[in-house]
């Protein structure tokens, strides 16, 4: 998990090349005083300050300002790309007819929890037992993929939660508003010569 750098001169965002994480691992850090070049403006950038635990998916905020916590969610290439993978294949399935919706808001959820920092928090949040109807559901989870995938920069958990609760809201309005089972919000196209995976590579939940 990279460890990020702000300048507040320019308020560029970037990934240090001072303090770097890979492979296998969960450490809880204290970051402070940490500074590197701007390679923007040539100014002094600060990186993230506080208390964090860290593992290779996901950063933990344990104690940090405020004005750190928008560091938390960030997402890399390759983990945005197997959410529209994910986010496709539930498309499909849902307009085949006679599909798993269970199956189909299992993958999903575990699809952002596994490649979205606190991506199970921001499911359990989300979770609303008063949604009984599972397409409903998976409509929610296919517009808050659709945000996740396209978010560019980086949004703190409350933020995220805050978005997350508009786009289910938005949802629903747009649910009460149609005569269609599942409205399915418009995904990037997938880059030339890539098919969606078949259902048997994408995650499989446990069993609750």
């Given at each position: 998990m990279p460890v990020y750098a702000r300048c507040r001169n320019c308020h560029q965002e970037w990934v240090s090349r001072s303090i770097?994480?890979?492979?296998?691992?969960?450490?809880?850090?204290?970051?402070?005083?940490?500074?590197?070049?701007?390679?923007?403006?040539g100014g002094t950038a600060h990186l993230m300050e506080g208390e964090f635990k860290v593992d290779d998916k996901s950063v933990e905020i344990?104690?940090?300002?405020?004005?750190?916590?928008?560091?938390?969610?960030?997402?890399?290439?390759?983990?945005r790309q197997k959410l529209n993978q994910s986010a496709r294949w539930a498309q499909?399935?849902?307009?085949?007819g006679n599909v798993d919706e269970a199956r189909v808001?299992?993958?999903?959820?575990?699809?952002?929890?596994?490649?979205?920092?606190?991506?199970?928090?921001?499911?359990?949040?989300?979770?609303?037992?008063?949604?009984?109807?599972?397409g409903t559901w998976v409509s929610?989870?296919?517009?808050?993929?659709v945000w996740l995938s396209t978010m560019d920069s980086g949004i703190s958990i409350e933020?995220?939660?805050?978005?997350?609760d508009e786009t289910a809201r938005t949802v629903l309005r747009e649910l009460e508003h149609s005569s269609s089972t599942l409205p399915t919000p418009p995904l990037p196209a997938p880059p030339a010569g890539e098919q969606p995976p078949p259902a048997t590579e994408l995650p499989t939940p446990k069993t609750r």
């Open positions: 770097r994480f890979e492979g296998d691992f969960n450490v809880t850090m204290n970051l402070s005083n940490n500074t590197e070049p701007c390679p923007f403006c344990l104690s940090a300002s405020p004005s750190e916590t928008d560091f938390v969610i960030r997402m890399n290439a390759k983990q499909e399935q849902m307009r085949a808001a299992h993958v999903l959820e575990r699809t952002v929890e596994q490649n979205v920092p606190h991506g199970k928090t921001i499911i359990e949040h989300l979770r609303d037992p008063a949604v009984g109807n599972i929610i989870l296919l517009a808050l993929i933020d995220a939660q805050q978005v997350a």
